[in-house]
């Protein structure tokens, strides 16, 4: 690579003299002008004449990967041709020189060319630093990237530079070490004052000689990458021949930890990345094994538990707390932050952001807070953040550009997967394994099935195996019931130390739910207690009780104020602090007040039941054994029966949590009717004339989800009636692949159903669909492997018989049917589109293959692009008030509706929620437009609206529309919905997301 990097370096000094290795202040303006130029164009945001523009739309392609990854395909004339009309014109030797001080020197630019050399054409994607619309922070990041660069390769001699002479002081300071090993040396020692290598049980277990570890108990999980599904709103008929299942959890792609981490070595663009996941999921244990990797691979971890920011911004906490922790100084000096800030400004700094659900701000606040922090020469940094899956997706998300993953459950083992719960448990009781063993067997009796399930995650397994260890007594049947078993268990266990009385560990149970409840009812701190707090909670019962609390670990010192100087507290972990305010709720009234439709509605407060921050605590109640099953039924039948008074909306909300309350009460005696509506929300039914219709796409895929986190023994149930009793097609072999793929792998209604369809269908396309679908269900099924075979033997059209080739080839690695056929397509297709991609199929099957290697480096070419949007050409200036008013004056003289669109939007994107920019895109939405432009229109009033124009939005879309936009919001379908009201319901859907129920309400009644 080395070697052909310089063989172009100087094969450009002898063909092209002008092409000098210059980083002068002239190569350097240029190069910045053809990026900023380059950035306009894909951004629309060229101010210049339109129909010259248009000319060069068909050999200027643009397709923006990401929101920091440019494709562009295009030749050196055109490009010549674009500066012309854009700014100062740059001679096509100026434009190659650019775009290879690009690649060489500012590695912004990755060439996308086989062969660089005998084309005119330029294939290649830019890696921005900062997201498209930031074109200020790019091109300043520019200027910085080139004269750091310039300087390391023109200065070395001399180093006179402002920021060396900081870091010189910094290193003078530090003795004979290295600035680079000083501050590898300094990251270290903070992460091991802050134990990140420990065990996030051991606070609880270490007094009695228990602690561990991360290693000794440590089980890899698997990763799945969360992307944004495309799922189809309407029926697909027989005759479309296309898929009508939905790719479900087990769809996405998976990854091993050691593929995650390789991931993260890749160079290039600033790493932004969420790890999302449910309470005790592992997302900490994730994050404190990337922690140590880091530094084995000597770059800069900075770990910042967002509960201890308490208030402050991660500046402030860098340049003061992190620093005088990292150098033992009582006070910074200016050299010293300064010196920080170029560890940033180099990239190698990753900033480890646990628990945005933490932060001392609302839910619904906390990602917006840290996206504003995230500017600057901080957000030079790379980012891993954890966060709970209800904050991360409750709605509008300001770090939407991040790449997010989630921790995958403990598996059981099964044909595909190993014994993940066992080999965690075999590691706990390794100096005991024969407790280990008994423990094991319990849990796999099959009357242990629910509990067995509870305990895929990994806290609640940890806890499980260390109430085990203690008790050896019966295991519990739900999550509330294992938190009630490990509560018990800490106070025998903790007997001989801190003995307690039976009335003593009631008093101390209900002074920690008071203060558990009145720390969740302060958003703001809600999980770091103030110590003044937390003494004028216990003064109520006893100070006694409080030293009870802090020697038998429930309440834990992490930390002192810095506004205040007092100490603060919290709980052992989140899922405590919600367990012991579930037990101080008496009543299930106070999460849902009667409010019904026909009662007066409370407009000073909402009910708890739409707070994500309740969720917990409220399933956890549900799990109380203290609470007859006569109040929790009905609880649940009250929140099925909601009938919120405002379109159905909340309804659906209060349902879903109803059906996800069933794992903590499976005894419901309606659970049935609960998942059988799921179902039918989920799947569609037959409305009284016999015809198919289904619902809302919001109400399907919050229906997908709702089943997903219900009761997971009746859901299969559930499952199994609908797809043996429902004679729809499409809703059956979708119903079964959900159920064999990510309910019970390899279930036999499952099999059952699809090997039906496979022995009674005739269409090819689908019995090639259903084919695939069985063998992902059934890994190695052999009606499935036949049927694929017997279609690549029997079918007539290649674009199928590659296709089935394909899906064999995946179900059964190494087929020999497989490889031959995508090997003769490859030779003899007539299209040589379907050869190349022939060839691309058999190098995913078989990487290397010289066959299918040798046909794509001679014949493939750029990948093609999507369609190139035209968009308005409105010059973003420096100054964004000047660039705000263009917009203003444009959007207002623009008469057709693709412009008012494009022009709205841009204008929004440039400040949100702007009054004209949204009057424009409603307006739009409530004329009559074509579909793709209705779907456009409601995805950017999503992109732009403000939290405090919801209401106004629910107030607009109230009633508009015909009766079938009615329909819309009630349980029994009528009509299939037009395009316009489907739009019109996901905007109203998405502001019941985001509104409080009372808020809702008022701007629907609103007249």
């Given at each position: 690579m080395l070697q052909r990097s310089l063989q172009n370096r100087?094969?450009?000094?002898?063909?092209?003299?002008?092409?000098?290795?210059?980083?002068?202040?002239?190569?350097?303006?240029?190069?910045?002008?053809?990026?900023?130029?380059?950035?306009?164009?894909?951004?629309?945001?060229?101010?210049?004449?339109?129909?010259?523009?248009?000319?060069?739309?068909?050999?200027?392609?643009?397709?923006?990967?990401?929101?920091?990854?440019?494709?562009?395909?295009?030749?050196?004339?055109?490009?010549?041709?674009?500066?012309?009309?854009?700014?100062?014109?740059?001679?096509?030797?100026?434009?190659?020189?650019?775009?290879?001080?690009?690649?060489d020197f500012l590695e912004l630019l990755e060439d996308n060319r086989p062969n660089r050399g005998g084309s005119e054409t330029w294939h290649f994607t830019l890696k921005l630093w900062h997201p498209r619309r930031d074109r200020k922070a790019n091109l300043e990041r520019f200027e910085q990237e080139w004269e750091q660069r310039r300087s390391q390769k023109s200065k070395q001699s001399t180093q006179k530079s402002t920021t060396y002479n900081a870091e010189v002081a910094v290193v003078e300071a530090s003795g004979d070490a290295?600035?680079?090993?000083?501050?590898?040396?300094?990251?270290?020692?903070?992460?091991?004052?802050?134990?990140?290598?420990?065990?996030?049980?051991?606070?609880?277990?270490?007094?009695?000689?228990?602690?561990?570890?991360?290693?000794?108990?440590?089980?890899?999980?698997?990763?799945?990458?969360?992307?944004?599904?495309?799922?189809?709103?309407?029926?697909?008929?027989?005759?479309?021949?296309?898929?009508?299942?939905?790719?479900?959890?087990?769809?996405?792609?998976?990854?091993?930890?050691?593929?995650?981490?390789?991931?993260?070595?890749?160079?290039?663009?600033?790493?932004?990345?969420?790890?999302?996941?449910?309470?005790?999921?592992?997302?900490?244990?994730?994050?404190?094994?990337?922690?140590?990797?880091?530094?084995?691979?000597?770059?800069?971890?900075?770990?910042?538990?967002?509960?201890?920011?308490?208030?402050?911004?991660?500046?402030?906490?860098?340049?003061?707390?992190?620093?005088?922790?990292?150098?033992?100084?009582?006070?910074?000096?200016?050299?010293?932050?300064?010196?920080?800030?170029?560890?940033?400004?180099?990239?190698?700094?990753?900033?480890?952001?646990?628990?945005?659900?933490?932060?001392?701000?609302?839910?619904?606040?906390?990602?917006?807070?840290?996206?504003?922090?995230?500017?600057?020469?901080?957000?030079?940094?790379?980012?891993?953040?954890?966060?709970?899956?209800n904050v991360w997706d409750s709605g509008k998300n300001a770090l939407e550009t991040f790449t997010t993953y989630r921790n995958l459950t403990f598996s059981h083992g099964d044909a595909v997967s190993a014994d993940q719960v066992g080999q965690f448990i075999q590691r706990w009781f390794h100096q005991h394994p024969t407790l280990g063993d008994r423990l094991q067997a319990e849990l796999d009796k099959l009357e242990r099935r629910r509990i067995k399930d509870v305990v895929k995650n990994p806290l609640r397994l940890a806890l499980l195996c260390r109430a085990w260890s203690l008790s050896q007594g019966t295991l519990p049947n739900s999550k509330a019931a294992l938190y009630q078993q490990f509560v018990d268990t800490i106070y025998e266990w903790k007997q001989d130390r801190f003995p307690t009385t039976w009335a003593q560990r009631w008093q101390l149970n209900?002074?920690?739910?008071?203060?558990?409840?009145?720390?969740?009812?302060?958003?703001?701190?809600?999980?770091?207690?103030?110590?003044?707090?937390?003494?004028?909670?216990?003064?109520?019962?006893?100070?006694?009780?409080?030293?009870?609390?802090?020697?038998?670990?429930?309440?834990?010192?992490?930390?002192?104020?810095?506004?205040?100087?007092?100490?603060?507290?919290?709980?052992?972990?989140?899922?405590?602090?919600?367990?012991?305010?579930?037990?101080?709720?008496?009543?299930?009234?106070?999460?849902?007040?009667?409010?019904?439709?026909?009662?007066?509605?409370?407009?000073?407060?909402?009910?708890?039941?739409?707070?994500?921050?309740?969720?917990?605590?409220?399933?956890?109640?549900?799990?109380?054994?203290?609470?007859?099953?006569t109040e929790k039924t009905a609880f649940l039948q009250a929140l099925t029966a909601w009938e919120d008074g405002c379109g159905g909306f909340y309804h659906y909300q209060a349902y879903f949590l109803a059906?996800?309350?069933?794992?903590?009460?499976?005894?419901?005696?309606?659970?049935?009717?609960?998942?059988?509506?799921?179902?039918?929300?989920?799947?569609?039914?037959?409305?009284?004339?016999?015809?198919?219709?289904?619902?809302?796409?919001?109400?399907?895929?919050?229906?997908?989800?709702?089943?997903?986190?219900?009761?997971?023994?009746?859901?299969?149930a559930a499952l199994e009636q609908f797809i043996q009793s429902t004679s729809n097609f499409f809703a059956r072999w979708n119903a079964a692949y959900s159920l064999g793929k990510t309910f019970d792998p390899g279930n036999s209604v499952a099999i059952a159903a699809m090997t039906q369809f496979l022995q009674t269908l005739q269409s090819e396309p689908l019995r090639l669909q259903i084919g695939e679908s069985l063998g992902k269900v059934d890994p190695g099924n052999s009606l499935a492997i036949a049927t694929l075979t017997e279609l690549i033997a029997t079918t007539k059209q290649d674009s199928l018989r590659r296709k089935a080739a394909y899906a064999l080839g995946k179900l059964d690695p190494g087929n020999a049917i497989a490889a031959t056929t995508l090997i003769n397509l490859i030779k003899s297709a007539p299209e040589q589109a379907l050869c190349l991609q022939a060839a691309e199929n058999l190098l995913q099957l078989d990487p290397g293959n010289a066959i299918a290697t040798q046909f794509i480096q001679a014949h493939r070419k750029p990948a093609p692009f999507p369609k190139l949007k035209r968009k308005t050409k409105s010059q973003v200036q420096r100054d964004p008030a000047q660039a705000i008013a263009s917009l203003e004056q444009r959007l207002t003289a623009a008469t057709d509706a693709s412009s008012q669109r494009r022009l709205a939007c841009q204008l929004g994107h440039l400040q949100p929620g702007h009054p004209q920019a949204v009057e424009m895109l409603l307006q739009l939405l409530q004329s009559q437009r074509s579909t793709t432009l209705y779907r456009r229109i409601g995805e950017n009033l999503r992109e732009i609206l403000l939290q405090e124009q919801l209401p106004m939005i629910v107030s607009t879309l109230r009633g508009f529309g015909s009766a079938t936009q009615t329909d819309l919001t009630k349980d029994k379908p009528k009509e299939k919905p037009s395009s316009q009201a489907q739009e019109c319901y996901k905007l109203l859907w998405y502001c019941a997301q985001q509104l409080p129920y009372a808020a809702f309400y008022t701007a629907w009644h609103l007249k």
């Open positions: 100087f094969s450009a000094l002898v063909v092209l003299p002008m092409a000098r290795l210059s980083y002068g202040p002239e190569v350097k303006k240029r190069s910045q002008q053809l990026l900023a130029v380059l950035l306009d164009y894909a951004n629309d945001e060229l101010d210049c004449d339109e129909g010259t523009l248009d000319g060069l739309r068909s050999q200027i392609q643009v397709h923006w990967q990401t929101e920091q990854r440019l494709v562009v395909r295009t030749k050196v004339r055109f490009l010549e041709a674009l500066t012309k009309i854009a700014t100062t014109p740059l001679t096509g030797e100026q434009i190659k020189e650019a775009l290879r001080r690009l690649e290295s600035e680079t090993d000083m501050w590898w040396q300094w990251c270290r020692d903070v992460l091991e004052a802050q134990q990140y290598q420990r065990l996030t049980t051991n606070p609880l277990t270490v007094g009695d000689g228990v602690a561990f570890e991360l290693d000794e108990v440590y089980v890899p999980l698997g990763l799945v990458e969360r992307k944004q599904q495309e799922r189809r709103d309407t029926e697909v008929r027989a005759d479309q021949g296309s898929k009508l299942y939905e790719a479900e959890e087990g769809d996405t792609a998976q990854f091993a930890l050691e593929q995650f981490l390789e991931q993260l070595q890749q160079p290039g663009l600033a790493k932004r990345i969420a790890i999302a996941g449910e309470p005790g999921a592992g997302k900490t244990t994730l994050l404190q094994k990337i922690a140590r990797w880091l530094l084995e691979q000597q770059a800069l971890p900075i770990w910042i538990s967002l509960a201890d920011l308490q208030g402050a911004s991660l500046e402030q906490y860098l340049l003061q707390d992190w620093l005088k922790a990292a150098t033992r100084k009582v006070t910074v000096s200016t050299e010293l932050r300064e010196a920080l800030g170029t560890q940033f400004n180099q990239g190698r700094v990753w900033l480890l952001l646990d628990a945005v659900d933490e932060m001392a701000t609302e839910a619904s606040s906390a990602l917006a807070a840290i996206a504003k922090q995230l500017r600057g020469w901080v957000a030079d940094a790379h980012v891993i953040l954890t966060c709970r899956l209900q002074a920690l739910g008071h203060l558990a409840l009145q720390g969740l009812a302060q958003a703001n701190t809600k999980f770091r207690l103030s110590q003044s707090f937390v003494q004028q909670v216990f003064r109520e019962q006893s100070l006694e009780l409080l030293d009870l609390a802090l020697n038998l670990g429930w309440l834990n010192q992490v930390g002192i104020s810095t506004a205040s100087g007092e100490k603060i507290y919290a709980f052992y972990h989140p899922t405590f602090q919600e367990y012991f305010a579930a037990q101080a709720i008496a009543d299930w009234r106070c999460f849902l007040p009667a409010t019904a439709a026909n009662s007066t509605v409370d407009l000073e407060a909402s009910p708890l039941v739409f707070s994500s921050q309740w969720r917990e605590v409220i399933l956890l109640w549900l799990g109380r054994f203290d609470i007859s099953a059906a996800a309350g069933l794992t903590e009460f499976p005894e419901y005696p309606d659970a049935e009717s609960i998942l059988a509506q799921l179902l039918r929300w989920r799947f569609g039914e037959f409305d009284s004339q016999e015809h198919w219709h289904c619902y809302p796409f919001p109400a399907q895929e919050g229906a997908r989800v709702a089943l997903l986190q219900s009761d997971r023994t009746q859901a299969i």
